[in-house]
C-alpha cells in the first residue's frame, strides 16, 4: 500500500519557536508538495519540490521554507512560528506526466501555535 | 485571474438519490482535472482523473464530464449512501506544470 507519512498528527509550538514539519513518501515520486489547509480558504500551496535538492515556490511561502535532501523526503520549516499559521498542513507527492499523475497525501498534521 | 469555484454551501440528499457537484474554473488552460474525497481530519484521497480530450469518465458509481468550452466539470454520485458523504475537491493542472491547483471543496451530506 503506497503512502505518504507526516512525523505528527497534532503539534502545539510557542510563538517564535522553529517547527519542523517532516513527510517521507515510499513511491520514489519526484514531485512533493506542502499546503495549508484553512476553513473557507480551501488548499494553498506553500512549496513544492520537483526533485533532489530542488524547491519551487508556491503561493503563500511567506515565514517557511523547505528542504529536499533525499527523494523520499521533503520538510517543512517555520522558522519563527506564528499564531497565524495555525492551520492543517498537508504533505502530498506526486508523478512527473504519464498516466498516473494523481497526487497521494498523508494524514496532515494540525498545527497550533500559541 | 484564476479561479476554480465550487458551490461552497453543502449539499443535502436522501440515500439512493444521484448527487451531481460541479466545478468551474476561469483562466486555466487544464491539461487534466482531477476529483478527491476528503473526510474530516484527513487528507484528501484521489477519486478519478478526466483530461481535456475526453468528455466522460467512469470509475463504479463515479462519474465525471469536463466541457472545456464552459469550462465545467459536473461530478456525479449515483445510488449515493450515507457513506458517501464528505468533502469533494476539484483540482487542476495547468499545461506544462506540475503542481494542482485545488478548489475549496463542496461538502456532501447523504441522509439514510
Known amino acids: 500500500d503506497v503512502k505518504v507519512t507526516q512525523s505528527s498528527r497534532y503539534l502545539v509550538k510557542r510563538t517564535g519557536e522553529k517547527v519542523f514539519l517532516e513527510c517521507v513518501q515510499d513511491?520514489?515520486?519526484?514531485?512533493m508538495f506542502w499546503y495549508r489547509q484553512d476553513p473557507g480558504l480551501g488548499l494553498r500551496l506553500i512549496y513544492f519540490?520537483?526533485?533532489?535538492?530542488?524547491?519551487e515556490k508556491g503561493d503563500i511561502p511567506e515565514g517557511y521554507s523547505v528542504s529536499r535532501e533525499k527523494k523520499e523526503r521533503f520538510s517543512l520549516i517555520l522558522e519563527s512560528a506564528s499564531t497565524n499559521q495555525t492551520s492543517m498542513y498537508l504533505c502530498?507527492?506526486?508523478?512527473?506526466?504519464?498516466?498516473?499523475?494523481?497526487?497521494?497525501f498523508g494524514q496532515g498534521t494540525r498545527l497550533t501555535v500559541v | 485571474s484564476q479561479k476554480i469555484e465550487q458551490n461552497s454551501e453543502a449539499l443535502n440528499i436522501q440515500e439512493g438519490k444521484t448527487a451531481t457537484l460541479t466545478c468551474n474554473y476561469t483562466n486555466y488552460s487544464p491539461a487534466y482535472l482531477q476529483w478527491y474525497r476528503q473526510d474530516p481530519g484527513r487528507g484528501p484521497v484521489f477519486l478519478l482523473l478526466?483530461?481535456?480530450?475526453?468528455k466522460e469518465k467512469r470509475k463504479e458509481r463515479l462519474k465525471v464530464t469536463f466541457d472545456t468550452t464552459l469550462k465545467q466539470s459536473l461530478f456525479h454520485i449515483t445510488a449515493s449512501q450515507p457513506a458517501d458523504s464528505a468533502t469533494y475537491l476539484c483540482a487542476l493542472r495547468n499545461s506544462g506544470y506540475s503542481t494542482l491547483t485545488f478548489g475549496k471543496g463542496t461538502m456532501l451530506l447523504v441522509s439514510p
Open positions: 478526466i483530461r481535456e480530450n475526453e
Open positions: 519540490s520537483y526533485d533532489v535538492k530542488m524547491k
Open positions: 502530498a507527492s506526486s508523478r512527473t506526466g504519464g498516466l498516473n499523475t494523481e497526487a497521494f
Open positions: 513511491m520514489d515520486h519526484e514531485n
